[in-house]
Nanobody, 121 residues
Framework: QVQLVESGGGLVQAGGSLRLSCAASGVTFRTYAMGWFRQAPGKEREFVAGISGGGRYYADFVKGRFTISRDLVKNTVFLQMNSLKPEDTAVYYC????????????????WGQGTQVTVSS
């Protein structure tokens, strides 16, 4: 039974930081690449960051503010979010990818339930 559970979202002031976590069961990060996506109200889901054996990849809007990392032993992936902006407000989703493009949401095999991130101005 594959399960991805996000946590760490919340309400922060612009310029603040949050650290999102994604705990996985039934899937190993040694086999799957992992990605973070986000979706704001009325908007399509968009790629934020991804990590695989080949390295890390970030969306342009991250601008060096976010860092994706993972603990292979604990099967947990993280997203450190610094210098947050109001436009970062969205539901953030963790996803697992067995094969395909790291930035394409349709290629991912499993998804978490999402965690809300709200940045006030």
């Amino acid at each position: 039974q594959v399960q991805l559970v996000e946590s760490g979202g919340g309400l922060v002031q612009a310029g603040g930081s949050l650290r999102l976590s994604c705990a996985a069961s039934g899937v190993t990060f040694r086999t799957y690449a992992m990605g973070w996506f986000r979706q704001a109200p009325g908007k399509e889901r968009e790629f934020v960051a991804g990590i695989s054996g080949g390295g890390r990849y970030y969306a342009d809007f991250v601008k060096g503010r976010f860092t994706i990392s993972r603990d292979l032993v604990k099967n947990t992936v993280f997203l450190q979010m610094n210098s947050l902006k109001p436009e970062d407000t969205a539901v953030y989703y963790c996803a697992a990818l067995k094969g395909g493009a790291l930035t394409r949401s349709n290629d991912y095999d499993y998804w978490g339930q999402g965690t809300q991130v709200t940045v006030s101005s």
